[in-house]
């Protein structure tokens, strides 16, 4: 039996606000995720997808990536809430979240998927639509840059 599109959001809804609240942070979260799901469903090659959950996370991706604010904006924005309203585990310490905050789209979408929903590289890969070495790629960049923030 196939899911209808209203089970389909409702299965993936939580960890799709999750993923977008990584990317994008808690201000924006819910409008990207509402934007690609609207976006998705509406498309009439929603119908012919097979994995419907990664396509979903790809479209939450390519909306934040899509979003037309600045880049100073977003920062500011992102390290204003980060320390106090960002989901992450608790051991994190508010420098560390600012560091995630600075990090590209692509590069939080690689370490959110990786360190916080402890998924493999295959597995983010297969979510993303991009290729593993892709994926070690940013998080090898995503590493650099949180050294090169947290030992300054």
Do not use: C
Request: glycine share 4%; proline share 3%; no cysteine.
């Amino acid at each position: 039996m196939e899911l209808s599109d209203a089970e389909i959001y409702e299965k993936h809804a939580d960890e799709l606000i999750r993923f977008a609240t990584g990317l994008v942070g808690p201000d924006d979260a819910a409008d990207v995720l509402s934007t690609a799901v609207l976006s998705v469903i509406g498309s009439p090659s929603w119908a012919t997808v097979e994995n419907k959950r990664a396509y979903l996370y790809r479209a939450v991706l390519n909306t934040s990536k899509s979003m037309g604010r600045s880049e100073m904006r977003r920062r500011a924005r992102e390290v204003r809430v980060a320390a106090s309203t960002f989901v992450a585990p608790v051991e994190l310490r508010p420098d560390v979240l600012e560091a995630v905050a600075k990090l590209s789209v692509q590069q939080r979408a690689t370490v959110f998927l990786t360190y916080w929903n402890d998924y493999s590289v295959a597995q983010v890969a297969d979510l993303l639509d991009i290729g593993e070495g892709s994926v070690k790629r940013h998080l090898a960049r995503a590493r650099a840059n949180l050294r090169k923030s947290l030992h300054a």
